[in-house]
């Protein structure tokens, strides 16, 4: 079974700050995805990643398959930013589709 | 993108009662469903996995009789939660994935369930 931990669990910053948020696993992966999640609970699909980075306006995800780790980028952060940033991974070792096992999250707070 | 609808939002419900849960893939046809269950402070946890015109797949520690899901056709799967207790009380999400593409999930807005 996967272990997802996610870093740091709670972070606060403020306004316009470089926000990074870290996601390491421990078996090896097909598919890495950042999830947001607004305190109504609805969740947001910010990345899928299998390789190298993506770029989504102020938001960028990296992927090191080697070293089972993922950043989360946050640039210019706002306060519309704050929420919870979730990691899940979908392991490789199953075959078809199989379900997501998640990181507890990282809550961000972006003050003013 | 592809868009995921769930039905209700929210219910409350007395203890004994079941429930049904809504989950359509309104733009695109989900070949595989999941259901996922968050309690509060804590993260998703995968309850089942509903791939359409099969049995779903349950997860360890998840009861099939308790939880009853159907995946009648490529756009709707339903979660029936029967004879609900208050430690039922959660947050349900369902997301959504596509043959061709099954690496990427698309999530519903969740439900969230309150058993008095």
């Known amino acids: 079974k996967n272990e997802v931990e996610q870093s740091p669990q709670n972070l606060t910053a403020q306004e316009g700050e470089f926000i990074t948020i870290n996601c390491s696993y421990s078996?090896?992966?097909?598919?890495l995805h950042w999830l947001q999640q607004h305190p109504g609970g609805g969740i947001v699909s910010l990345f899928m990643l299998s390789s190298g980075k993506k770029k989504h306006g102020r938001l960028i995800a990296t992927i090191n398959i080697q070293e089972k780790h993922s950043s989360l980028h946050i640039t210019a952060s706002h306060p519309r930013d704050s929420a919870v940033y979730i990691c899940?991974?979908?392991?490789?070792?199953?075959?078809?589709?199989?379900?997501?096992?998640f990181g507890k999250g990282t809550h961000l707070i972006i003050q003013p | 993108g592809a868009v995921v609808s769930q039905h209700p939002s929210w219910v409350i419900c007395k203890s004994g009662t079941s429930v049904k849960i809504e989950c359509r893939s309104l733009?695109?046809?989900?070949?595989?469903m999941f259901w996922y269950r968050q309690f509060p402070k804590q993260s998703l946890m995968l309850m089942a996995t509903?791939?359409?015109?099969?049995?779903?797949?349950?997860e360890q520690g998840v009861e099939k009789d308790k939880f009853l899901i159907n995946h009648a056709s490529l756009t709707l799967s339903t979660l029936t939660v029967t004879s609900a207790h208050p430690e039922d009380s959660s947050f349900y999400i369902c997301?959504?994935?596509?043959?061709?593409?099954?690496?990427?999930?698309?999530f519903g807005p969740g439900t969230r369930l309150t058993v008095l």
């Open positions: 733009d695109f046809q989900a070949t595989t």
């Open positions: 078996v090896g992966i097909s598919a």
């Open positions: 509903s791939n359409e015109g099969s049995k779903a797949t349950y």
């Open positions: 899940a991974v979908r392991s490789s070792s199953g075959g078809g589709a199989d379900g997501l096992t």
């Open positions: 997301s959504a994935g596509r043959l061709a593409e099954y690496n990427e999930q698309f």
